[in-house]
C-alpha cells in the first residue's frame, strides 16, 4: 500500500506540521499552559524529540540509547532547534533503516517489542496525537492553529 | 513498507482506540462539552462517520455520494451504533478497494483530489487527530482517557 519513499515523504510532511504547530505558541505559554492537568507544549515537545530522529538512527545502526524520562518542557527556540536536528537525522538515517527492512523483531529502548513497521506506525500516530491536543492548547488561548491538511 | 491487510488491521485498531474513546463520555457531556470553542464528541463524531466507512466504499464502488456538512451532535448511543456499521462497511469493502489499486487519482465527493494512498492516509490522520483532541475533554473532565497503545 505504501512504499518507503512515499512513507519517508509522508511522515516528514506531518514533522512540518508539528514545526508550525509548536512555533505557534506564544514563547511563555510554551512552558507553562496546559489543559486538563496535561503537560505544558515544552514537555510533550521533549517526548516527540526523544522519540523521530533517535529512534531512525538506531534502526539504521543498531546502537541504542537509554530511554529519557525526563518531561521538564523545553524551552520554545530550543525545541524548534532540537526538532530542525531531528529532521535532519531522519534525512539521514532513513536509507539505512530501509536496507535492513521492516520487518525485523526490536526491543527499543530495551523495554517496548515489535517490528520496525509497528514501531514507525507508533511514532507518528503518537506525534498526531500530542499534536492535536496542542490544537487544543491552541484554541483554549484564542490562537488558530495550522491548517491540519498543509504539509 | 506496508500492505494492503497490514494496514487494514492497523486501521482497524485505531478504530477501537476512537470507540473506546467515544465510549468513555458521560453521554450528557457527548453532546455538550468542549474546550476552546471546538466542537463536542458528538460533532466530531458525525464528521469521522461521514468519512471512514462511506469513503472505503465508495472507493471499492466509485459511486459517491454528497459530502454531508451537518455537524449536529450526534447522541452517544447513535454515535456508537452507526461506528460498529461503519467498521462492517470497512471490513466489507476493503477487498474491492485494494483489488482496484491505490494509485488511482480520484476526486472524493467532487471536492478533494488525490491517491487512493493518500486519501486514506488522511482520514486516519484526521480520526488519530480529533480523537486526541476528545482526550483532551476527557481529561478536562477529570476522565481517564483509553491506554493510547491498546488498539
Known amino acids: 500500500m505504501i512504499n518507503a519513499e512515499q512513507y519517508l515523504s509522508y511522515y516528514q510532511g506531518h514533522r512540518r506540521l508539528t514545526r508550525k504547530t509548536l512555533a505557534a505558541f506564544p514563547a511563555d505559554k510554551f512552558t507553562t499552559?496546559?489543559?486538563?492537568?496535561?503537560?505544558?507544549?515544552?514537555?510533550?515537545?521533549?517526548?516527540?524529540l526523544a522519540m523521530g530522529g533517535?529512534?531512525?538512527?538506531?534502526?539504521?545502526?543498531d546502537v541504542w540509547g537509554t530511554w529519557d524520562e525526563d518531561r521538564t518542557p523545553l524551552a520554545q527556540a530550543d525545541a524548534l532547534a532540537q526538532?530542525?536536528?531531528?529532521?535532519?537525522?531522519?534525512?539521514q538515517y532513513w536509507p539505512g533503516l530501509v536496507a535492513?527492512?521492516?520487518?525485523?523483531?526490536?526491543?527499543?529502548f530495551g523495554q517496548w517489542p515489535g517490528t520496525v513497521r509497528s514501531h514507525l506506525l507508533y511514532l507518528l500516530d503518537n506525534?498526531?496525537?500530542?499534536?492535536?491536543?496542542?490544537?487544543?492548547?491552541?484554541?483554549?488561548?484564542?490562537?488558530?492553529?495550522?491548517?491540519f491538511?498543509?504539509?
Open 100 to 108: 535492513k527492512g521492516f520487518d525485523r523483531e526490536i526491543t527499543i
Open 127 to 147: 506525534e498526531i496525537h500530542h499534536r492535536a491536543q496542542l490544537y487544543t492548547y491552541l484554541r483554549a488561548l484564542g490562537i488558530e492553529p495550522p491548517a
Open 83 to 91: 526538532w530542525d536536528a531531528g529532521t535532519a537525522l531522519i534525512e
Open 33 to 48: 499552559f496546559s489543559v486538563g492537568g496535561m503537560r505544558p507544549a515544552g514537555g510533550m515537545a521533549k517526548e516527540l
Open 149 to 151: 491538511w498543509e504539509r
Open 54 to 61: 533517535p529512534i531512525i538512527k538506531s534502526f539504521a545502526t
